[in-house]
């Protein structure tokens, strides 16, 4: 077993989760406090990622452009909120997911028009451009670092923000009964676009925070959204505890499938059956798991208490 | 009622009669999603050979469809099966995809129309599936590879990790590579296609498995994504990296928006180049310049010669489209201006063609292109043409 490698896999998986778990809180605050199911979402993550890749060129710094960048995410997901989910959020849940499917589609084909089929590449400052040596042999880019550490920082802020806050106690509150919110005299009408667009923020931020690696592509959205559902799932929903340990576990999952699978095939098969064979599995098990758990605990690893 | 009948028939003569003067080509292609960029390149040659031509195939005038197979074999050939049937065109041209291509091409051969291929190269479209109405502009997905494999073998690279995608066309490459590679095989990675986008994983393996070269496949918007990837990992000096249909004149203007200058001297192969030098490929290259702004990318040259191609069968019959052994005959002499210079074709339908090893560099304006290093075959043919039972 080579352990550096081992090492610098956790790591990679773990930038994985944590990019995951930004895209998946603001799925799961919206889904569980507004009771609103988003599959435009990733679209806003799409959004962020060109909004970012634009500001980059015109400021000429990626740092510069994400902090720029991430409130007027935060206005467009108002504007999302305001224009289109707060006229859904009385119907059930099939018209959210068209309503939402719709508006992926028209903000796709938005970011196309604006933007052009090609996708930006996003320059990095060079200091954020290289590597660092943890030590002998395991060399990581610095930017994945910095992904790592910001997606801590916000793990840490959010959790501070639902448990130590008046904001927070509001959003708890609602997440678990939010007739009884509203009937204690919250504007549940602002409390609602706030959470709204602090998704949309954070979702955003994932997209900016990748788009340095995998550059601001049409279409990006519409494939991690699918991941941040299973996360949700998996941690419970409206759960940011269960979204934070169900992104970091599917993250390591995903990655280490894809690094060790091929190896452990080979034990039993051919080794042309199992580089075939391993990456359809390995893209198979983050389901497989969700399987497991909803058969086993149906409202995900960490329900919200109250219901 | 009788008066009625004799106008509507009288009509539908008069546009049968149209139809006759003009040669309709259904081009099937990606405009939608992020591929869209090799579609709308693709596109862009298709109009300036329209354009060169004057508009005419000989005394028919041409009517272009276009259609978008959104990245997806089930939407290619629905695409496809209403070019054929509903649009009744008499040529269908075009697929980026392999799998498309794949998905697709019954719909073309079955109604009993000629199929061109303007990209994809899939090995049984080469060998088994081969078919007397099918050519291809472009080339056999194992065969830039293999060229590859040839290069690595000249410059005494003793063992390579591979990653590509899984589908088609990467199994392909990967098969290439391997058939023509003398040193050893130290891992291969196939990673989930179109979805996957970051490679840390595989990059982290490919290193650890102490390779002296990375070969990899990844084309349209991954590629860009991988070579950001690659230099962020900072592997340039430790395992140099040998592409094929991965670095590409579409993702250079974005390599050099970004000053990604890790790009510049890397290598791959190809049967094309912008230098080719016949008097084809300069008014190529110098109008499609001149009109977009960008250099063509090689989707748009294989693109640019599948009309030239057509045009050459169309005007060898005299326009007579029902004479489609004529229109074969015409096509396997492949006795068109073709933008790579001369080539001939295989039993398959195959290109048998020179293959080119290209290098980044800076044009004369700063621009960064590709020049030709070597030539790596002079007329190459696939492996799987003697599985075709064409003569």
């Not at chain 2, 031509?53 to 990245?71: R, T």
């Not at chain 2, 300069?282 to 640019?304: C, E, I, L, T």
């Amino acid at each position: 077993m080579d352990y550096t490698l081992l090492f610098v896999q956790v790591l990679n998986g773990l930038q994985l989760g944590l990019l995951l778990f930004l895209v998946a809180s603001g799925l799961t605050l919206v889904f569980g406090i507004l009771d609103f199911v988003n599959l435009a979402h990733g679209s806003i993550y799409m959004i962020g990622a060109f909004i970012c890749a634009s500001l980059t060129f015109v400021l000429g710094n990626f740092l510069w452009a994400v902090l720029v960048a991430l409130p007027l995410t935060g206005l467009v997901g108002y504007a999302v909120e305001l224009l289109v989910a707060r006229r859904l959020y009385d119907k059930d849940h099939l018209d959210h997911v068209l309503g939402t499917f719709g508006l992926l589609l028209v903000l796709d084909t938005l970011a196309h028009m604006i933007w052009g089929p090609a996708g930006i590449t996003v320059p990095l400052p060079a200091w954020l451009d290289g590597q660092i040596e943890l030590f002998e042999g395991a060399n990581i880019p610095v930017f994945r670092l910095l992904i790592i550490g910001t997606g801590l920082a916000v793990a840490a802020g959010l959790f501070w923000l639902v448990n130590y806050t008046r904001l927070g106690m509001l959003i708890r509150a609602g997440a678990s009964n939010r007739t009884m919110v509203s009937a204690l005299g919250i504007d549940i009408q602002t409390l609602f676009a706030l959470v709204f667009a602090l998704g949309a923020m954070l979702s955003g931020l994932a997209g900016m925070l990748i788009s340095p690696i995998t550059g601001a592509t049409i279409g990006m959205g519409g494939q991690i959204i699918i991941t941040a559902f299973v996360v949700i799932i998996i941690g419970g929903i409206g759960s940011m505890k269960g979204a934070f340990i169900a992104a970091v576990l599917i993250g390591l999952i995903d990655t280490l499938g894809r690094s060790f699978l091929d190896s452990l095939f080979e034990l039993v098969m051919s080794e042309n059956a199992a580089e075939t064979a391993a990456p359809a599995v390995s893209a198979m098990m983050i389901y497989i798991l969700m399987a497991i758990i909803l058969a086993v605990k149906p409202q995900g690893l960490f329900p919200p208490k109250v219901r | 009622m009788k008066k009625l009948l004799g106008a509507a028939l009288a009509a539908t003569m008069l546009t049968s009669l149209a139809q006759a003067a003009e040669v309709k080509i259904g081009f099937v292609t990606t405009l939608t999603t992020g591929a869209a960029v090799i579609g709308k390149d693709q596109e862009k040659a298709v109009n300036l050979a329209i354009e060169h031509m004057g508009g005419k195939m000989g005394d028919l005038d041409v009517n272009l469809i276009f259609a978008d197979d959104g990245f997806k074999p089930e939407t290619g050939k629905q695409v496809t099966d209403k070019l054929v049937k509903q649009d009744n065109v008499d040529i269908v041209a075009g697929y980026i995809w392999s799998h498309v291509l794949l998905a697709s091409r019954k719909s073309v051969l079955d109604a009993g129309k000629f199929l061109i291929t303007a990209n994809a190269g899939p090995g049984p479209v080469a060998g088994k599936l081969c078919h007397e109405n099918f050519f291809s502009s472009s080339w056999q997905n194992d065969e830039t590879p293999m060229a590859m494999g040839e290069v690595l073998n000249q410059k005494g690279v003793k063992s390579i990790y591979i990653i590509a995608p899984n589908y088609a066309a990467g199994k392909g490459m990967v098969a290439g590579v391997k058939r023509t590679f003398k040193g050893e095989i130290m891992g291969t990675d196939m990673t989930t296609w179109p979805t996957q986008l970051d490679f840390s994983a595989e990059l982290a393996k490919a290193k650890a498995s102490g390779a002296e070269g990375l070969f990899v496949f990844y084309p349209g918007k991954a590629g860009g994504a991988f070579m950001k990837q690659y230099q962020q990992a900072g592997l340039k000096d430790s395992l140099p990296l040998y592409t094929t249909f991965t670095v590409d004149a579409l993702s250079l203007p974005k390599f050099q928006a970004a000053d990604f200058t890790d790009v510049l001297g890397s290598q791959f192969t190809q049967q094309w180049d912008p230098t080719i030098d016949n008097a084809q490929n300069k008014r190529f290259v110098a109008d499609f310049r001149a009109k977009h702004g960008s250099y063509p990318s090689f989707y748009a040259a294989q693109a640019y010669d599948s009309i030239f191609l057509i045009k050459s069968a169309v005007e060898a019959v005299g326009g007579d489209l029902t004479n489609m052994d004529g229109m074969r005959a015409a096509m396997k002499s492949a006795s068109y201006p073709s933008v790579r210079g001369e080539y001939t074709y295989g039993n398959n339908h195959m290109p048998i063609q020179a293959y080119y090893l290209r290098e980044v560099v800076k044009d004369s304006d700063g621009n960064w292109t590709t020049k030709i290093v070597q030539t790596v075959y002079d007329a190459h043919q696939d492996i799987y043409a003697k599985d075709c039972a064409l003569k």
